[in-house]
């Protein structure tokens, strides 16, 4: 039905595609300006909406950096409650910086956190505020382009590559098919561990990528579920455990089929992606968690919807419930030392030409 409906508001892909048409040439003509800062600049992209792996692409970075550089994270903080730029503090929540910015807060303690719509403006409130700064992520900033970033990577998941999308409101498209063009790297994001390099080749031939541009893939590697209330304890997934879903993210097709092939039991409780929970909400998944018959069960949620469910911490440790995240990483698969060079060496040569 959802399908049927996105099929009916094609014109208004049409028009949303003229729009989109329209400001990224008046980039490309120069008539708006874009800057560049002196100070290397990741961006981590896609073409699409949600679900592509940003958040663990600007992990796999940070993990990548953090012991050469001082590193900073700018992103958008979409769906927070407040305005403005911010950096994080250490009693800041997922309402003030968004709960992806929130995430990377929590797991990385060397890194700077900021939140800022107006990227220029944001850059300038980081550099001032953190002039120790040697290498800002942009976080889904592909179609800012008022900021130009010395490296640019986009994302495709491997089970929708942008060659095979449309633009929203039918497809999930955001920005032009040919917009991948102004990418440095390509990363095929969700795929197959045992992904075939025939079927590998093929994606490649469709992408299309010229010739200054490099081509990876990557899977997601899930680590040890830990309760979000008390991260030392963990506990192992296995078949003779039923599982509660409750997550509000983009895409969840990666974390449902980790599931079934584990041969997990699950049921899930689905939220819009961001989605700020409710109190009654949340009596609702205890009241369903309670009606589940097995012995061993546990509720299992994503590292960005704990960062939300934190909000309500003093009525979950009253409810008692076994809530548990469960992490992921991003893997580059084959030749992952070749993207790390590919960055590191980049970064070296911003700031060489700066010197």
């Given at each position: ?34 800057v560049q800062f002196d100070v290397p600049m990741i961006g981590v992209g896609n073409l699409s909406v949600g679900g592509t792996g940003k958040t663990p692409m600007v992990e ?137 390099n025939p079927e590998k080749v093929s994606i490649v031939e469709r992408l299309k990528p010229l010739p200054h541009q490099k081509v990876f893939f990557s899977h997601i590697q899930y680590g040890l579920p830990y309760d979000f209330l008390n991260p030392t304890e963990t506990v192992s997934l296995s078949a003779d ?115």
């Amino acid at each position: 039905m959802l399908r049927f409906i996105r099929y009916l508001l094609f014109p208004f892909a049409l028009l949303y595609l003229a729009i989109v048409y329209v400001r990224n040439k008046l980039y490309d003509k120069r008539i708006l300006k874009s800057v560049q800062f002196d100070v290397p600049m990741i961006g981590v992209g896609n073409l699409s909406v949600g679900g592509t792996g940003k958040t663990p692409m600007v992990e796999y970075l940070i993990r990548l950096l953090q012991d050469e550089y001082e590193v900073a994270m700018l992103s958008r903080g979409y769906r927070r409650r407040t305005k403005g730029f911010l950096i994080a503090q250490p009693d800041s929540t997922a309402a003030d910086i968004g709960d992806e910015p929130m995430q990377l807060h929590h797991k990385f303690d060397k890194l700077t956190v900021s939140v800022g719509a107006d990227r220029v403006m944001s850059t300038i409130g980081l550099m001032g505020i953190r002039p120790e700064t040697e290498v800002i992520l942009l976080d889904d900033a592909f179609q800012h382009r008022a900021i130009r970033p010395h490296l640019q990577i986009v994302l495709t998941p491997c089970y929708q590559l942008f060659v095979d999308d449309w633009y929203l409101p039918t497809g999930d498209l955001r920005d032009l098919k040919s917009s991948y063009r102004r990418a440095d790297v390509l990363v095929v994001t969700k795929c197959a561990t045992d992904l075939p390099n025939p079927e590998k080749v093929s994606i490649v031939e469709r992408l299309k990528p010229l010739p200054h541009q490099k081509v990876f893939f990557s899977h997601i590697q899930y680590g040890l579920p830990y309760d979000f209330l008390n991260p030392t304890e963990t506990v192992s997934l296995s078949a003779d455990m039923s599982v509660l879903l409750v997550c509000g993210i983009a895409n969840s097709k990666s974390l449902v089929e980790y599931l079934k092939n584990l041969g997990i039991t699950w049921q899930r409780i689905p939220f819009a992606d961001h989605h700020y929970f409710k109190e009654k909400e949340l009596e609702r998944v205890a009241t369903t968690f309670e009606k589940m018959t097995a012995s061993n069960k546990i509720i299992l949620t994503t590292e960005k919807d704990s960062m939300r469910l934190l909000l309500h911490e003093d009525f979950l440790r009253q409810k008692g419930l076994p809530i548990y995240c469960l992490p992921i990483e991003m893997g580059i698969q084959e030749n992952g030392a070749d993207f790390d060079r590919l960055v590191k060496a980049k970064i070296l040569e911003v700031k060489n030409n700066d010197d």
